[in-house]
C-alpha cells in the first residue's frame, strides 16, 4: 500500500480524488490537505459552508465516511516526506508554490497546468506514452529532488490524444483540425459558468483553451530523444466552445496522415489499441481505451460519457474526409471529470506505481 | 403589388412566411394554400388543433387578423395562375409534385430540397450571386413554363457561403473545414427533437445535412458559364452536430484561401461587403450582411441571432489558422428560421421582383 | 419461477419491465408481445428503425442478450394462459381490449389508466395499501376470470400517496394542496415534449393528470369496506405542469391533517414508515420507502432521483404551513420511469407473489 | 424633467435602469454612481472588465451612447442634492448605508430590501396601493428628511400580489398557498446560480424569499390606518423553487375568499381591473395590469414574460380549487426583471411625479 496525500482536497477535483481512491487495492489515503481555512478541522467539517451550514459535496457518489473523519492540515504545512506520492488537484498558481516543496522529497502528480509545460516534466496518459515516464529521471537530476512533478493533460487534450495515438502510430498523422463542444464541469464552480449565460446558448470561446490542447497534443504523442522529448510532427488548430452540457466534452475532429487510411482501417487501429495496457493490470484502467461506435447518432454526451466508468474515450461518426490529405473525420468524447481528472490521475499514478517509479 | 400565395401555410415556415409578408411594401397575400384536411377552412380555424381546440402558431409575433380570416385552399387545387409568385413552404415529396404545377404559369420560390440541386434551378442568395437568377430563363425554355421555380438554401448552407463570398471574392478560397452546431428549430415539429433527448446532450448528426452543404455552397459561390453554373472549385468537408439551443445555427470554420490573406483583411472584407445590396433598396435586406465583431466571447446564439432581425451572418473569433495553407479560422452565427427560411425567401423575392424576374 | 409475459415490450415502459425483471430472481419473461408490425421478429430487430436501421433503446442500462434474442409474438395473439402474470405496458385504447382477454386466464399487472378507476380493481402500492388485494377476489367473482387486472397509480400520484400515507394514518389527512414540475420522461416518446418548447419554459399544464392524481390518490389511501373501497376522507388540489428536467418528478405539497402534527414527528413518522415491507422481503422493495433530508435545498432530481435505484421517495423542506388547520409542508422528489412505472410494478407483483395471488 | 440619479448603475439592475430610462419622457439621467473601482472613469470603461476588457453589459437592449460617456461617480460621494430623484440599484447592506444619506435631501426608490420592511416606508405598486404614498409625509416627519426612500417588492412577491388585488378587492381573500418556480435572472450574478446545478433540476429552496414574499403581500394589500399601514388580514404560505428560465418567474396560486367567487367572475375582475392607472397616462403602464388567458397551456415563461414589455402579469388555467373554502386557483407569470426590477421601479416613479411626491 501506497501512502498518498490529496493537496487541495475539499475542491471539486479533491473530492473526485477522494471517490476514486476510496477502497483502492494499492494507495491509500494518508493526508488531505487543503487551504489555511480548512486546516485543523475535519474533512467533513470542512465542506461545511460556513454561512448556511450546507456540505459542499459535489461527486454523485456520497463521501466515504474514513475521509469525513480525517483531519485537514494546511497545504504549506503538509508533510510529504512521510508519504509515497502527492496527487495535487489545486489551482496552478498554489500548484507553483506548493508542488515544487513537495517533490523534494516525494512524487506529485498533478492536475494542475503550471509545470505542464516544462520541458522535464512529462505528460503521461497511461497506454499513450508510458515511456515518457523516463523523463523524471532527468528531472529528479535536474532539479535535485528525490520526488517528481508529473503533469496530467487539459481535460480536453486527453480524449483526442488517446484516439490519435494509433492512427499516429500506424499511419503518421501529420495535421488535425478540431472543434470542441465542452461541458459546464471542465470550467469548476469558481466562478464558473451562470445558468443564464450557457441556456440556450454556446459560447464560442474558452480562454487558453486552444492554445493547451495544440501544445500537449505534439508533447504527448511526441518521441523521447536525447533523454528529452521531442514534439510530434502534427499540425493541430482549434477553436474549444462550450456547450449546455454537464458532463463530457465532445470533439469533431478532422485529420490528415502521411499514409492512406481509409475509414474501416482507422476503426480498427483506434478498437485494437491497447497500448499495453492489459499487461499492465492496471486496476483503473478500462477494458478498451477507445471504443468505436458505427452507429451514426453516436457518441452523446448523455449516453455515453460513462462508457467504462468513464475512462473510455468514444468514437463514432467515423469517416472519410474529402479536404485534407488522406484525410479522415470522426467525432469523439470524453469524459471530462473522470479520465480528463482525478481517475486519470489516478491511473497515471498506477502506471506509475508499477513501473518502478514510486 | 404583386399578388402572392403561400403553400404549406399551416406549417411553420408557412407561418414564418405570414409574418414575414405582414404590411410588405411590395407583395400582398391573395392565397393561403394547404393539405386537404385545412381546406375550405378560415386560416384561424385551420390552426386549430381538432382534439383540443388550441391554436398551433409558433411564431414569436402574434398572426395577423388579416390571415385568421383568410380562406385556404387545398394545394393540389390552387390555381396558381392568378398570382404572381408563389412561396412554397412544404416538405420535399410534396414539393416535387405541387411546385412544377405551378410552375407552369407562375414564378416559385421554394424553401424545400425537391429541387435545389437540379442544374437549371439557382440557389440565390440576394448579395452573394445575383447573377443566377439568369439561370432562370434557362429553366423556362428547358421546362416549357412562364413561371420558374428557385430554392432556397438549407438553413445550415446560408450563414457559411454568405461569409465564405467576400473571401472567396478576393483572396479565392479553395477547401473549407466546417463543424455546427445547430438549433432545434432546425429539425422542425414533425417529429423535431425531443426534450429528453437534447437535454444534457450534443447530438453528432443530422441525417443528410452534411452533403446538403457540402454541395450547395459549390453551387452558390459557383460562376455562371454557358447558361449553367459551374460550381466553385473548392473543397468542403463538414460535421454537423445538433446542440440544445432554440434558434441560431453556430459554425466553426476553418478554411484555405489561393491568395494570402490576414484575420484583418478578412474582417475588412467580411464587413464591407455588400454585394449590390444597397443599391437595390429591398425591403428585408439587412443594413450589413455580415457582422464583423472583435469581442472573443461573441458570437453566441442567444445574445447574436437577432441581429439586423435575423438576416445578417455575425462573425466572431477570426484569426489566423495554422493548419491548412493561406489558413483562417472564424466562428458564424446564422439565424437559421429568419434569414435561414421564410425572411430569406421573402428577400430572395425582393431581389427577384427588382430584377424584373416577377 | 413464475413466468411472466411483457406486453408492449418494444415500447419504453415495455423496454423498462425487460430492465427490470432481468435476472430476477422469482420471474422469468417467457413473452414478449407487440403490435402485429413487431410479431415474428427477435427482439431484436423488433427494436430497429425500419428506416435507419437504428436500435431504438431507450434505458441507460443496455438491453440483455437473453431478450434481443427472444421472439416477438402479436399482442392480440398472445396465449396468457401459458403464462403467471402479465406486465402490460401498452397505452389505455389498447389495454382496455387486450388486458380482459388476458385476465381471463392469468393476472394482468397493468401501467395503463384503462381499468385503474373501475371499483373493483385495486391500485397496489406495496408498503402503503397491500390489503387492497383482497379486492382482486371479489373482481374475480365479478367478471368470472380465473386472473384479474390490478392497475399501477399515475407516475404523479404515486410518490405523494407514499408520503401521506404514515402522515394519514397517525394524524389523518384532511385535504391535500399539491404542485408538481413533472419530468419529460413522463410525457413518453409519442409524441413527448419537444426540445424547442421545453427549453427555458414551463409548460403549466397537463392534460387530465390532475384529475388522475385527485382520483387515485383517494383510492390508494381508502379502505377496504364491504369487499370494496372507500375512497379516504381527503379533499385533493392539484397543479400540474411540465419543467425542463429528464426524470424525477418534484411536488410541493401542502396539507391540512385532523390531529396536530409538527415537523419534527412528521419527518419521524415518514422516516420510519416501512408499512410492513421488510418483513415481505420483496427483491425489489427500497431500503427505506421514504427518506426525509434536513438540507434545505434537497430534494433536487438530478441529484436525489436515483435514491435506492429510484424507488424510494425523497422529502425535504419539511416544515409547518401557516393556512391549513394544523398545516404542513414539504417538497417530495419520486423518479417517474423506476417506481412510477416498470419497477413499481415489478415490486407490486413481488407482493402478490409472496401474498399468494400469482 | 426630473433630474434622477442611478446608484448601483454597473451592475445588473443598474443597467436595466438605463435602459429603462433611456428616451424616458419626464426623467433624465443627470448622475451614475457605483463603487470607488468605478469611480472616475466613464461608464462605458466602468463596465469593461479589467482583465479581458470585454465589457460586461447584460440587457438585449444595447447601451445607449449618452449612459457610455457618462462620468461614474463613487456612491458614497454622490451629490444628491443636485437631483430630483434617486434609483437604488444596490445590494441590501449598502443601501442601509447609502439610501439614508440620500435622502436627507432627495427621495429615494430602491430595489434593496434594506428598509422595506420598515413601517414608515412604503411598497408601492402603482395601480394596486397607489394611496400607500401617504406614509411617505410620515416618513419625511419621523426623519427628518426633505426626501424619502420608497422600496420595490421582490420579485417574486409583485405579480402574485397585483392578481391578489381585484380578487381582494371585490371578494375578499382570506387565504394563499403559493409555489413559485422562479427564473435564473432572479438570482443575479453574484454568484448566480451555475449551468451545472440547475441544468436537469428544480432546486427547491431560495434563501429567505418565502418570508419575503409573505411579508410583503400583506403590507401591499394593507390598508393606510392612523397614518400607517395595517398589514392585510390573509394567511400566506410559499413555497419557493428555481427552475432552468432566464427569465420569468412562474407561480401557481390556491386561495381562499370570504365572499364567494367563480372562476369566470375572477377572471373578469382581474382583467378589467385598472387601479386608476389609465386615467394617470403613466409612459411605462400597461395597457392591462393582468392578461388572462383561457388557453390552458398558457402562461408559459419562454412565450407570456414580454407580454405588454413585461409589465403585465399574466394569468392562465384560473379554475375552481375544492380544497379552500370558496377556493380559487390559477398560474400566473411575472418578468422578473422588468415588471419585477427596474422598469417597475421608473414606473413606481411616474406615479410619485404624477401625483406630486417628486
Not at 141 to 161: D, S
Not at 231 to 244: E, K, M, W
Request: proline content about 6%; aromatic content about 6%; charged content about 20%.
Amino acid at each position: 500500500m501506497h501512502r498518498v496525500g490529496i493537496v487541495g482536497a475539499t475542491g471539486i477535483v479533491g473530492q473526485q480524488f477522494i471517490v476514486a481512491l476510496d477502497k483502492h487495492p494499492w494507495f491509500q489515503v494518508a493526508a488531505l490537505a487543503a487551504s489555511e481555512r480548512s486546516a485543523g478541522k475535519s474533512y467533513g467539517e470542512a465542506l461545511r459552508d460556513p454561512k448556511t451550514g450546507a456540505v459542499r459535496w459535489y461527486c454523485d457518489e456520497p463521501p466515504p465516511a474514513w475521509a469525513l473523519a480525517m483531519p485537514v492540515v494546511e497545504a504549506a504545512k503538509l508533510d510529504a516526506s512521510s508519504l509515497g506520492l502527492v496527487f495535487s488537484a489545486v489551482e496552478s498558481d498554489q500548484a507553483r508554490e506548493l508542488e515544487p516543496v513537495y517533490a523534494k522529497t516525494t512524487p506529485v502528480i498533478s492536475t494542475a497546468s503550471a509545470f505542464r509545460y516544462e520541458e522535464d516534466v512529462p505528460i503521461i496518459i497511461p497506454g499513450v506514452n508510458n515511456a515518457h515516464a523516463a523523463l523524471l529521471e532527468r528531472q529528479r537530476r535536474n532539479r535535485g529532488w528525490k520526488g517528481f512533478i508529473t503533469a496530467q493533460p487539459n481535460c480536453t487534450t486527453i480524449g483526442m490524444a488517446i484516439t490519435l495515438k494509433p492512427l499516429h502510430e500506424r499511419f503518421g498523422v501529420t495535421s488535425v483540425i478540431m472543434t470542441s463542444m465542452q461541458a459546464l464541469s471542465g470550467a469548476g464552480r469558481s466562478p464558473g459558468v451562470l445558468g443564464l449565460d450557457i441556456l440556450d446558448n454556446v459560447i464560442p470561446f474558452i480562454s487558453g483553451e486552444e492554445e493547451k490542447v495544440q501544445k500537449e497534443t505534439l508533447k504527448i504523442l511526441g518521441g523521447l530523444r536525447n533523454g528529452g522529448i521531442a514534439p510530434a510532427d502534427i499540425a493541430v488548430s482549434c477553436t474549444c466552445t462550450r456547450v449546455n452540457v454537464r458532463e463530457g466534452h465532445t470533439e469533431t475532429v478532422f485529420l490528415s496522415t502521411a499514409k492512406p487510411c481509409d475509414a474501416f482501417a482507422a476503426a480498427k487501429a483506434m478498437s485494437e489499441y491497447d497500448g499495453g495496457l492489459h499487461e499492465l493490470e492496471l486496476p483503473s484502467a478500462p477494458e478498451h481505451l477507445i471504443v468505436v461506435r458505427d452507429d451514426p447518432f453516436r457518441p452523446q454526451p448523455r449516453l455515453d460519457r460513462d462508457t467504462e466508468g468513464g475512462m473510455a474515450t468514444v468514437v463514432g461518426r467515423l469517416r472519410r474526409d474529402n479536404v485534407l490529405p488522406n484525410g479522415l473525420k470522426y467525432v469523439l468524447l470524453s469524459h471530462n471529470t473522470k479520465m480528463g481528472a482525478a481517475k486519470g490521475a489516478v491511473l497515471a499514478a498506477e502506471l506509475l506505481a508499477k513501473t518502478g517509479y514510486l
